[in-house]
Nanobody, 123 residues
Framework: QVQLVESGGGLVQPGGSLRLSCAASGFPLDDYAIGWFRQAPGKEREGVSCIYNKFDVTYYAESVKGRFTISRDSAKSTVYLEMNSLKPEDTAVYYC????????????????WGQGTQVTVSS
């Protein structure tokens, strides 16, 4: 049974940092693409980043390039999203998602999802 559990969200001031974790179980992590998405109230779910070790692929949305870093610790079955220089516009519920088919900016292509973790960037 595929399970994804996000953690690490919280309240930070603009310019601050957070590291989100996505703990995976029930599937071979390295055979799946793991994407991070976010959704703010009233807005569509937005692709943020993705990692797919099978083809040594990483992707970042233009809005987070240079500020966010995705990484994977296969031994811990965990994918991380290090978020730096956070802006109020980054406020959203962040979700991780897994799919064996590879990375996509479209959430509808991901098979499995975590429950989300809230990130709030505010003074």
């Amino acid at each position: 049974q595929v399970q994804l559990v996000e953690s690490g969200g919280g309240l930070v001031q603009p310019g601050g940092s957070l590291r989100l974790s996505c703990a995976a179980s029930g599937f071979p992590l390295d055979d799946y693409a793991i994407g991070w998405f976010r959704q703010a109230p009233g807005k569509e779910r937005e692709g943020v980043s993705c990692i797919y070790n099978k083809f040594d692929v990483t992707y970042y949305a233009e809005s987070v390039k240079g500020r966010f870093t995705i990484s994977r610790d296969s031994a811990k079955s965990t994918v991380y999203l290090e978020m730096n220089s956070l802006k109020p516009e980054d406020t959203a519920v962040y979700y991780c998602a897994a799919d064996p088919g590879g990375c996509s900016i479209y959430s509808r292509y991901f098979r499995s999802w975590g429950q989300g973790t809230q990130v709030t960037v505010s003074s």
